[in-house]
């Protein structure tokens, strides 16, 4: 869109749209005008001016009113829609106002048609929740390879005269609003968005059921916390074995990428059903961390500096009680997550660690020595004596 529009494209590493600060950092330093993220990043941007940041677009997945609310002011926002059948984008909604219950997906952008179908494929009424389909010069020719599932979801175009013409069936519910413009609701089979990624809950289930020691399994994505979705995996072992979420996640690893792994593990002696039989995913209960479940004893902080940063751990990932080495990704943390984490590092002891040393030591207590032999190293700057006095603590503790 940049170079068709005759405007300059900034090209940046995966590591650096990773980092919160870093990406403010560019788009500061490159006067960047306009950028498209997904609400899941823009979420966790530190706040900053950005005078020269003119137009925001979302998209990728829903967006709260309060997102648009403290990103909107003196610019422009748009919320985009459009899966990747349809070649990323086939409507548009520029936001202005207060959205309560997040701001509608807009109209279609041209050359797109959007219509609203009930499972019979005929145009429900507005306020009336159907599927969207979606047709127009965009559309993908189907899935390589796959043709029973192209023939499922690209499908004859019934209200065109045109040979050839097709519709896509997205798989989204939603509705018109009294203004024309089209409201998202919900998935209309098991597909989720989390943090950006498209994930068929069905697909992780699959993975489950073939476990030897499960009887049975769910799987949902929850937002217990605003702003973080995040995957939950429901499980009724076999015979009361013994079993545990760090277990699980190791042999679903090797036929699974990260971002369709679990956060958290829920066992249960049987899954909620509803009087019809059904699984009664309402009444499935929300995560509680057992230390049970986490591959280390629990360790009480030995000084000020492994202190501050179990505080951090608790206050991003709202837990009561963390250790020195408990593993910041075991607890529930995620990449989003783990940016702001060593953006809170940075602010507290003054020292810039990058994003990949979270992967490699991932405990209160490794950090703190990465800390301190990153501080030992730093040039002397305002925010050397706080470095020294994390040294200092942590030599104590090697003493001792």
């Known amino acids: 869109m940049a170079m068709l529009s005759g405007a300059a494209l900034v090209l940046t590493s995966s590591a650096t749209i990773a980092n919160g600060n870093e990406l403010v950092?560019?788009?500061?330093?490159?006067?960047?005008?306009?950028i498209t993220l997904p609400p899941s990043v823009l979420a966790v941007l530190p706040g900053t001016e950005l005078p020269e940041l003119k137009t925001i677009i979302t998209a990728g997945e829903a967006v709260s009113g309060e997102l648009v609310e403290s990103w909107?002011?003196?610019r422009q926002f748009v919320n985009a829609y459009g899966p990747t059948e349809t070649t990323v984008c086939a409507s548009m909604h520029e936001c202005k106002g207060s959205y309560p219950q997040g701001p509608p997906i807009g109209k279609p952008i041209a050359n797109f048609q959007l219509y609203v179908l009930d499972s019979g494929l005929q145009p429900v009424p507005i306020g009336v929740p159907g599927e969207l389909c979606m047709g127009g010069v965009g559309l993908a020719r189907g899935y390589r390879n796959r043709p029973d599932l192209t023939a499922e979801r690209f499908i004859p175009h019934p209200f065109s005269n045109q040979p050839g013409e097709?519709?896509?069936?997205?798989?989204?519910?939603?509705?018109?609003?009294?203004?024309?413009?089209?409201?998202?609701?919900?998935?209309i089979d098991q597909q989720v968005k989390v943090r950006g990624f498209r994930i068929e809950l069905g697909e992780i289930e699959a993975v489950l059921d073939k476990h030897e020691k499960i009887s049975d399994c769910a799987v949902i994505a929850r937002e217990d916390k605003p702003g973080d979705k995040r995957l939950v995996a429901y499980v009724v072992?076999?015979?009361?074995?013994?079993?545990?979420?760090?277990?699980?996640?190791?042999?679903m690893r090797t036929q699974l990428p990260e971002y369709m792994i679990p956060s958290a593990?829920?066992?249960?002696?049987?899954?909620p059903l509803t009087p019809n039989g059904k699984l009664n995913r309402h009444a499935l209960p929300a995560p509680a961390l057992s230390r049970d479940e986490l591959a280390s004893q629990y360790?009480?902080?030995?000084?000020?500096?492994?202190?501050?940063?179990?505080?951090?751990?608790?206050?991003?990932?709202?837990?009561e009680k963390v250790g020195i080495h408990d593993n910041f990704f075991e607890l529930g943390g995620h990449s989003l997550l783990a940016t702001q984490f060593m953006s809170r590092l940075r602010e507290s002891f003054g020292v810039e660690l990058p994003l990949k040393i979270l992967f490699e030591k991932p405990t209160p207590a490794e950090l703190v020595s990465e800390l301190t032999r990153s501080g030992d190293q730093a040039p002397q700057t305002t925010a050397t004596p706080a470095i020294k006095r994390v040294s200092r603590e942590a030599r104590k503790v090697k003493r001792s």
Do not use: C, M, W
């Not at 097709?166 to 998935?187: A, K, T």
């Not at 951090?312 to 709202?318: F, G, K, M």
């Open 25 to 34: 950092k560019i788009l500061a330093d490159q006067k960047v005008t306009t």
């Open 299 to 319: 360790a009480a902080p030995r000084n000020e500096a492994e202190e501050k940063v179990v505080q951090i751990v608790a206050e991003l990932l709202n837990l």
């Open 72 to 74: 909107s002011h003196s």
């Open 237 to 251: 072992p076999k015979d009361q074995e013994a079993l545990t979420g760090n277990d699980l996640k190791d042999a």
């Open 166 to 187: 097709r519709l896509y069936r997205s798989g989204d519910r939603v509705r018109y609003l009294p203004d024309g413009q089209i409201q998202f609701l919900s998935r």
């Open 265 to 271: 593990f829920v066992f249960l002696d049987e899954l």
